[in-house]
């Protein structure tokens, strides 16, 4: 079958608003960049937004799924998930590709039709029950924890000190440790 027009990826796969949302987006990163420091941290922020739209609660009706971010560096990558929907209320956690990374049960996406993981599901129950401020709280000191623990382990490994199998882990145990508190 061949198609008349090019494939357009918004209208297949967007609710609208997305152009406020990009303005809003391109906003807001001119702000974060402005003073040349901007990080990882700063994207996290971004990505939170719920004024622009950028981050759309579980109870909207196109909610934000998940959230990525990447810090690209040519001796070890870090990229950070918070495999769960609103990013306001949830933890990104670091994954770094390793020889042998281990992935936590809990974030395998079943067969089933919605594919909801169990760490997902947990997240979105906790969330739009509870509305958890203290959760969110604890999130935010976990991210920090690993967000200075990686900053260490990036410094060790770029003078020899420490190898990447030493991270095989440690999505692994953020997942985990997330678990536990739901």
């Known amino acids: ?3 008349q027009t090019e494939f357009n990826f ?3 796969f967007s609710s609208g608003g997305d152009e406020l949302r990009q303005r809003e987006g391109e906003k807001l990163l001119k702000q974060k960049s402005a003073s040349l420091a901007f990080n990882v941290k700063d994207m996290f922020e971004i990505l939170r937004h719920k004024e622009s739209r950028i981050c759309r609660g579980c109870d909207d009706t196109f909610p934000t799924q998940g959230s990525q971010v990447s810090s690209i560096d040519k001796i070890a990558s870090v990229h950070w998930f918070t495999a769960t929907p609103d990013p306001s209320m949830s933890y990104f956690k670091p994954f770094v590709f390793t020889p042998n990374p281990q992935v936590s049960p809990h974030t395998e996406s079943p067969a089933e039709p919605k594919r909801e993981h169990r760490l997902y599901k947990l997240h979105a129950e906790s969330v739009i029950k509870t509305n958890n ?6 999130f935010r000191d976990m991210e920090n924890e690993q967000l200075a623990k990686t900053s260490e382990f990036m410094n060790k490994y770029e003078t020899g000190q420490a190898t990447l199998e030493e991270l095989n882990n440690l ?3 953020c997942v985990e440790n997330e678990i536990k508190l739901y």
């Open 1 to 3: 079958m061949a198609f």
């Open 171 to 173: 999505m692994h145990v």
């Open 133 to 138: 401020k203290n959760l969110s709280k604890i």
């Open 10 to 12: 918004t209208k297949c």
